[in-house]
Structure formats: C-alpha cells, structure tokens
C-alpha cells in the first residue's frame, strides 16, 4: 500500500465516519429548538448529504487496498494485525449494504433494521479501525 492509498483511507473514514456520527447525533439526541421542527438540527439535511457523498469515497478506498493490503496479507500469511483487518473485512460488507438499503427501504420495520444495522456496524468499524492504526507494526 502505498502512503497516497493510506492517506486516502484514512481520509475518507475520517470524513465518512465523522458526517455520520455527527448526523447520528442530530438526529437521535439533538433538541430541536422549535416544537414543530422536523430535524433536531438546522444542519442536519446536510450532513446527512455530505455522509452520503462521502461514502462512495470510503467504498473505493476500501477497493483500492483490497488487492495489496488486504487479499495480499492474507495470502501471504502475515498474521500482524491481522484480526483488526479480517474484523475490518467483516464488518465493511454489512455497513455498506445496510446503508445502501436504508436509502431505499419504505417500510418502518425494514428501515429500523438497516438503521440498527447500519449504526452499530459503523461505530463498531470506526473503533476497530483507529484500533487497527494504532495497534504497533512488528519490527522485522
């Protein structure tokens, strides 16, 4: 993996992961200040339009590595870090499909999954993710 690649991950999870949890927080916790409003934020149709911009950028990152870092890792047998990366691999299927489908989704039973789905497997691969980047390379 190249130092460009890396940045770019890094970037991307970085603004992938803070639009949405910024937005979570709107739209779960936040007060609106006015007893009518829809949103609990002002901002909170944009964020949710910049997370969703954003996160084709995060799915192209993780395509770009998979080749390299990822299958090439695994084929060759390296075993540092590793159980952050396969957590990291089993993770990126559910969250990019669960929020694909909340976009799509119409019935409220459907939507409350994939935005349960969606929320914990994000947090989880945000967690995961710093733990991975600081967890020390091995010397060799």
Do not use: N
Request: glycine fraction near 8%.
């Amino acid at each position: 993996m190249t130092r460009a690649e890396a940045w770019f991950s890094h970037l991307a999870t970085a603004a992938v992961g803070g639009t949405g949890l910024v937005y979570g927080w709107m739209r779960y916790f936040a007060e609106p200040t006015d007893e009518f409003a829809l949103v609990g934020h002002p901002w909170q149709p944009a964020l949710q339009a910049c997370h969703v911009v954003f996160a084709p950028l995060l799915v192209f990152a993780c395509g770009l590595l998979w080749r390299t870092h990822v299958w090439g890792r695994f084929r060759s047998g390296q075993v540092e870090r590793r159980k952050g990366g396969l957590t990291l691999m089993a993770l990126f299927f559910p969250m990019v499909a669960s929020g694909y489908l909340l976009q799509v989704s119409a019935e409220e039973p459907w939507r409350t999954l994939w935005i349960w789905t969606h929320g914990t497997t994000s947090v989880l691969w945000i967690v995961v993710y710093v733990a991975h980047q600081l967890t020390p390379r091995r010397e060799t």
